[in-house]
Each structure stands twice: as structure tokens, then as C-alpha cells.
């Protein structure tokens, strides 16, 4: 059974709501009509009144209580319908990391909400016409995100609900508004404690966050690193006292790539955490980067890390066969824990240019490398990267004929002068970044609904970020150990080689040789009429960039320019292969 579908179809007479699947809940009753996808977490803090009542009916006492703005008091992953009748109103809400999608169209006399396209799709009856601008946005992306900001998506006339806030149609009129929901992240600075005090409180927040999300029948994936081993060890923690069932361990294991066959002993002591779990073992010579191109699943919109879904999906379908209700990861951990000398952008911007240098001295020594390599990324290049985009940050494989009708150049930089401005500490504005790139969820989405799968992070956890974003905030960065907070917190409850290990394994192999395994697809893919007729792609600008990444010869910022490329050449493919059928 799938995960679950909510539509709305809005007229001026009313709303009527459709739900359907297994991480859905319903309910109506006194003039309210709620119907939610996913889950709420914190339930007890809600303080909802007697009973035991289900995810959305919650949904219904909270708005009771408070109305819209109380709404902002939920956490979880979830996008709900609201349907107030007596007030003539519909509220379409998700939560602040984007959990689940919600979209909506005007069609003739009615509006549409629905939490995918495909369902908008079949309601028109018709191909939707692209929006060139969305597509043009999402080439000139500097990063790779799971989600776009903004409304707009890839078609034209259809609108995303964005992450963190609630859609508004009042009747009769059917007026739309937008508006935040959810209070922004805040970093709070001064007075925080001690190391072994914070600590201590971020292990109790991690806990409780995996408490929340480790329910029923749990599949945990183990990377041998500090972050899946911390979040196994609490949901151990709560196996052992009753509170769920671990009932697999998945793993990507490698033999041939020889960088990465060194992470199997560290995976090897991650399984003595939870010794009578069972234990999936997936070879991931055969789970190169781009192998998902031949089947990738359905996606509604372009995704820059669809090259990587190969072994996400391998991990989650494996869960799910392993008779997995949800799956636990480490995804989120990086953003906040990991420690970069960014306070070199902050002395140079301040001109402590003495002060910079021996802090790069001090890094490099640590890495045993040369302080200009460090210097460059974390004091450089974070002020140099709040400039104003220039015509030449247009990308190389966007034809010229696109880039003048949709006016690239100019929108980049209406963009970045549109942008709020940075935070004081540049540490902090890269880790919110890094927050910001993780909203939206397309693996859960697009592997993990189909089977009926809960994909749960709970390093995402507003209170978890929270408390990481403070300790950052207020604690003065050191090059050795890495992750120092998580390091401190799970002391004593990990393997001690994974408590101590300085670094994992880079995934880079698995990329070039996905590259290069998938060279002769990804030729055809780009060059194939749908695609290159749409004027889009300069196809042989993009085949001359993927042969030098074939031979190894790609920086970052060219790999990513050609994961944009392959990426939205797939889903323009998928997309002219689809035929939406009319629904009466």
C-alpha cells in the first residue's frame, strides 16, 4: 500500500477532501475537516485535552484552540488539509522541513491542492506547459538543494506550497494567500555552558528526537560513521526498553573501490550496538552513481542528487523487504556538527588578517597540509561568493538562445540582490545554508511513499538543529576532533573506534565510475530529441564535460554544473514519455 495522497478540490460552494493510504489520518466533526500525510511528533506537548486521538484530529484541536497561528506550535513530517466550513475557509500547511509536498492549480471554476503533480496532472487532462524561468532558476543553482525556495515549479499555472508555511483559499471568492507558518531558525549567543554540559544536553534532544520517530517495526542504515552509529545507539536504547522492534540494519559495503572497503570494519563495530538486530549487506560495486538513469522512479520535479538515488533506493527498498514500517539515517548531521574554520572569513572581513593566517597555520598543521588551502575556502571564498552573480556565472552547457529569452544572467542577479542578508558569522550562515539545502525530501517521496515507507532524519529535528546551531554559535571552533559536540555526547555509548576515527571515505570513485559505466546512456540521454529540441542544453557542451569527468578530470563546481544538466535532461525525458490521462 502506498504512503498516502491528499487532494482538495476548492469551489466557491466548498471544499471537498480526499485522502488515501497508509501514513494518512482523517477526521471531521464539528465543522472541521482535516486530513493529514506523515506524522506529528511531540505529541504530549501539544496538550490537546483527553484521549487518544489520531494525527489529524490533533490538527483540529490546536487550530480550535489558537486558530492559524496555532497551527505554528505542530513539529513533525507532515503536510495537512484544513478544511473550516463555517468559516469558509481551507488551510493547506507543511512543516518547516518540507516532510511532504503540497501543490495547487486553478482549474476553470475550481482551485486544486494536492501533495503531488501527477494528481494535478491527471485533473487537466493535458500536458502542462513548462515554465522556462523555473527551469532557468534551477540550471543557475550554486548548490545542489532537495527543493527549490519559492513558489514556482517546472509548469506553468501550477504553484508549490512552500516548506514552513500554509496556503490560504477563502470562499466564495477563492482568494489565495501564502504566508510563514513556522518562526525561522534562531541562534541565540552568549551563556551557553560548558562542552560536557552541552554535551549532555544534546544527547538528551537527539534521544528524545529518535524516541519520537523510532516506532513499530524500525530498519536503521549503518555507515560505520559517528552519525548512523549515534542515532542506532538511541534507537537500541529504546528497542531494549520496549518502545520499538529493530528489525534490520542495512548497509553499503564495498569491495573493488578500495577507499570505501576500508569503512567495513567501522560498519563491523557499529553492529555490535544492537548485536541481535539483523544485518542487510548491499555490494555497492553495483550501486554506482548514475545507474538510475536506465529506471529512475517517478519524480514530479528536476533533482539535482537523482545521480546518487541508485543506493538510496537499494537501502530503502531493502528495508522495506525486510518488513521495515520506517527507516532511521544520519542525514543532517553533517550540516551542523561538522566543524569548518569559516571564522577565517569572519577575521578577514573585520581585517585581523595576522590573526587569520595563524588560525589557517593552525588548521593546516592539523590536516598536515598548506594553510593556503585552507585560507582559500573558509576565508576567501565565503566573501568572495557574496558578490553579485556576473554573465560569466552563467553555466557553459546552457544554450545562449535560452539564457537571452529567459533573461538568466539578469535573474541571477536580481536573485542575489533579493537575498536577506548573511549572518554575522559566517560558520552559522553556512550550516543554515546547508539546513536550508536538506528541505524537501525527494527520496522519501519518490522511493519510500510507493511502498508505504516512513523515512525519518532525526538530526533534521527542529530541536536538534536548534540546540547544534546555539553550541556552534557560542563555542570556538578547533580543528581536532571533528564533530567535537556529537563526539562528546555519545562518549561511552559508541565503539570506541568509531568515537576516535578522524575521517571517512569520499564517495568519489563511485562517481567517476558511474560516469564512466554510464558514459554511452548518458550521451543518448542528452542528445535524444526531447530533449536537445527543446533549445535548452547545448548537448554537445554537456557530452565534451561529461568525457573529461570520465577521465577524473572535473572540480567541484563543474561536477555539479554537470549534475544540473544530466539531472534536468532525465526529468525533461520522463516527462515527454508521460501521457496524463483526463480524469472526469
Not at 550550516?431 to 522511493?447: E, K
Request: glycine residues 10%; aromatic residues 6%; contains cysteine.
Amino acid at each position: 500500500m502506498s504512503g498516502g495522497l491528499l487532494v482538495a478540490t476548492v469551489d466557491a460552494a466548498g471544499a471537498a477532501l480526499a485522502a488515501t493510504g497508509r501514513l494518512v489520518s482523517t477526521f471531521s466533526g464539528g465543522g472541521l475537516t482535516v486530513v493529514l500525510l506523515g506524522e506529528l511528533h511531540y505529541r504530549a506537548d501539544l496538550q490537546v485535552g483527553p484521549g487518544r486521538p489520531d494525527d489529524a484530529e490533533r490538527v483540529a484541536r490546536v487550530y480550535r484552540r489558537g486558530g492559524r497561528a496555532g497551527l505554528a506550535a505542530l513539529e513533525g513530517d507532515f503536510a495537512f488539509l484544513l478544511y473550516d466550513r463555517p468559516a469558509g475557509r481551507l488551510v493547506a500547511a507543511r512543516d518547516p522541513m518540507g516532510g511532504h509536498r503540497l501543490y495547487h492549480e486553478r482549474l476553470g471554476a475550481h482551485l486544486v491542492v494536492a501533495t503531488d503533480l501527477a494528481t494535478l496532472h491527471g485533473r487537466r487532462g493535458r500536458r502542462p506547459d513548462l515554465d522556462l524561468g523555473h527551469l532557468a532558476d534551477y540550471l543557475a543553482g550554486r548548490s545542489p538543494v532537495n527543493e527549490p525556495a519559492g513558489t514556482s515549479t517546472p509548469f506553468r499555472g501550477v504553484e508549490r506550497v512552500p516548506a514552513g508555511a500554509s496556503l490560504q483559499i477563502d470562499l466564495p471568492a477563492l482568494t489565495v494567500s501564502v504566508q510563514p507558518l513556522f518562526p525561522p531558525l534562531e541562534v541565540p549567543t552568549g551563556g551557553v555552558g560548558a562542552l560536557p554540559d552541552l554535551a549532555a544536553e544534546y544527547r538528551e534532544v537527539l534521544a528524545a528526537a529518535v524516541e519520537e520517530r523510532a516506532v513499530g517495526r524500525v530498519a536503521c542504515h549503518v555507515s560505520g560513521g559517528l552519525d548512523s552509529s549515534a542515532v542506532l545507539r538511541c534507537a537500541a536504547d529504546g528497542a531494549a526498553q520496549g518502545r520499538c522492534t529493530l528489525v534490520v540494519g542495512v548497509s553499503v559495503l564495498y569491495r573493488d573501490l578500495r577507499l570505501l572497503a576500508r569503512e567495513t570494519p567501522y560498519v563491523e563495530h557499529a553492529l555490535g550496538i544492537a548485536p541481535g538486530m539483523p544485518f542487510l549487506r548491499l555490494d555497492g560495486d553495483d550501486l554506482l552513481d548514475f545507474d538510475v538513469f536506465a529506471d529512475p522512479p517517478q519524480h514530479d520535479e528536476p533533482h539535482p542528487g537523482l545521480w546518487r538515488m541508485s543506493m538510496d533506493r537499494a537501502l530503502t527498498l531493502a528495508a522495506s523487504d525486510a518488513g521495515a514500517e520506517r527507516v532511521l539515517t544520519g542525514i543532517g548531521a553533517d550540516e551542523v556538527l561538522d566543524i569548518h574554520p569559516f571564522h577565517l572569513a569572519d577575521d578577514l572581513r573585520r581585517w585581523r588578517l595576522a590573526g587569520a593566517w595563524r588560525e589557517a597555520r593552525r588548521w593546516a598543521a592539523a590536516d598536515n597540509t598548506n594553510p593556503w588551502t585552507v585560507l582559500r575556502p573558509f576565508g576567501g571564498d565565503p566573501l568572495i561568493d557574496r558578490r553579485r552573480p556576473r554573465e560569466s556565472d552563467v553555466p557553459p552547457y546552457v544554450r545562449q538562445e535560452f539564457v537571452r529569452h529567459t533573461a538568466l544572467a539578469e535573474r541571477l542577479s536580481e536573485r542575489a540582490a533579493a537575498a536577506s542578508d548573511p549572518h554575522p558569522m559566517a560558520a552559522v550562515e553556512f550550516a543554515l545554508a546547508g539546513i536550508r539545502s536538506r528541505v524537501g525530501d525527494p527520496v522519501r517521496w519518490a522511493v519510500a511513499h510507493p511502498v508505504g515507507l516512513i523515512v525519518s532524519h532525526p538530526f533534521l529535528d527542529l530541536r536538534v538543529l536548534q540546540t547544534g546551531l546555539t553550541v556552534m554559535a557560542n563555542t570556538p571552533p578547533d580543528p581536532e576532533p571533528s564533530k567535537p559536540l556529537l563526539r562528546a555526547a555519545m562518549r561511552g555509548a559508541l565503539p570506541e573506534p568509531i568515537l576516535t576515527r578522524r575521517r571517512k571515505g569520499h564517495f568519489n570513485e563511485v562517481y567517476y565510475r558511474g560516469l564512466l559505466r554510464n558514459r554511452d546512456q548518458l550521451v543518448e540521454l542528452v542528445r535524444d530529441p526531447a530533449v536537445a529540441g527543446l533549445g535548452i542544453l547545448d548537448d554537445e557542451a554537456v557530452v565534451a564535460t561529461l568525457d573529461r569527468g570520465a577521465l577524473g578530470g572535473l572540480a567541484v563546481p563543474d561536477m555539479h554544473q554537470l549534475n544540473l544538466a544530466l539531472t534536468l535532461a532525465r526529468w525533461l525525458l520522463q516527462e515527454a514519455q508521460r501521457i496524463p490521462s483526463a480524469v472526469s
